[in-house]
């Protein structure tokens, strides 16, 4: 089901505005936030997020994934967004949904709120910066366009960025450069979910199976 | 050849072009990896060399980044043995 929650929102008269989430929500006491991958690595694990959602319902638990402002369907402008301001609106969401817990997928683990809880495949903010960045100077070349690195880095800096389709602002750069994974969260090895990490896919996919096993451990982690 | 380097492509191959790993187990050096494999585009080339540095422990520099580079999978696994000689 999707439901709204109010996200802090500096710019709005009432300081907050709606955004989306997929809940499965049934009142029940095991409440699980889900942090999302970031950029393109969010598209890719979507369905298998949502996947382990409907797993986890079976068992009896809860679960929200949450929009981040600026993405999916939230009509905040990407380009004002910060790892600062997600790190506050997942905080915001936790609290709305009376999280217990929390599921950090990937760069999901940069603005994972204070809440005991997994993550999975995470990643510090400047590797996943510089596949965006590689990405990009690849495509350049491919164009007849020369660019590097650096000199994109020194101008996302200043007036932000076009990376992967994703309009980042200075701000969210700056903080990718500097962002490490919450320590506080226990660490799921991917291979432990018996297979390759669907986010390293070129195209959107799912594993039932992966999900089950994911959902499984998180069962077994979290006595009823 | 060396074994380990070649079975830890085919493995990262597989892995990110969400290829049967029976197809990637048959490449040999002439096949064709950049522009004869739909599944591999920019963004998957830019995944490719950021998990074959993360798992070979070797940070490739864009500027070795050509058509050559990807041009054939026997390229492609040279440059990596080429690299973990020289460590």
Same mark, same amino acid.
Do not use: M
């Given at each position: 089901m999707i439901v709204g929650w109010p996200c802090p929102d500096a710019a709005a008269p009432a300081g907050t505005r709606d955004e989306w989430a997929l809940v499965f929500d049934r009142g029940r006491a095991r409440r699980v936030l889900i942090a999302p991958a970031l950029f393109d690595e969010h598209n890719r694990l979507r369905r298998f997020a949502a996947e382990t959602m409907r797993r986890l319902d079976e068992a009896g638990i809860d679960t929200m994934l949450p929009d981040l402002?600026?993405?999916?369907?939230?009509?905040?402008?990407? !380009?004002?967004?910060s790892l600062g301001g997600w790190r506050m609106a997942m905080a915001a969401a936790g609290r709305h949904f009376a999280a217990t817990h929390v599921l950090a997928l990937r760069g999901g683990s940069l603005i994972a709120? !204070?809440?005991p809880g997994w993550s999975l495949g995470a990643i510090a903010g400047t590797s996943l910066l510089r596949q965006l960045l590689r990405a990009r100077v690849l495509a350049a070349r491919e164009a007849g366009r020369e660019e590097t690195q650096e000199a994109l880095l020194e101008m996302g800096r200043k007036a932000g960025l076009d990376l992967a389709g994703y309009r980042l602002g200075p701000n969210l750069i700056d903080d990718l450069q500097h962002a490490v994974p919450a320590p506080h969260l226990i660490t799921i090895a991917q291979a432990d979910l018996g297979?390759?990490?669907?986010?390293?896919?070129a195209e959107p996919g799912e594993s039932p199976e992966q999900s089950a096993a994911l959902a499984r451990r998180i069962v077994q982690d979290t006595p009823a | 050849m060396s074994t380990s380097a070649d079975q830890t492509l085919r493995q990262i191959l597989a892995d990110v072009l969400g290829l049967d790993p029976a197809r990637v187990a048959?490449?040999?050096?002439d096949t064709g990896l950049f522009g004869h %494999?739909?599944? %591999?585009d920019s963004m998957s080339v830019a995944g490719l060399l950021t998990e074959i540095e993360d798992r070979l422990g070797f940070i490739i520099d864009d500027?070795?980044?050509?058509?050559e580079l990807l041009e054939t999978y026997g390229s492609l696994l040279a440059f990596i043995e080429a690299r973990l000689a020289s460590a």
């Open positions: 402002p600026g993405t999916n369907e939230s009509l905040a402008p990407l !380009d004002q967004q709120p !204070d809440l297979g390759a990490g669907l986010w390293l896919r | 048959r490449f040999d050096r %494999l739909p599944e %591999l500027d070795d980044v050509d058509g």
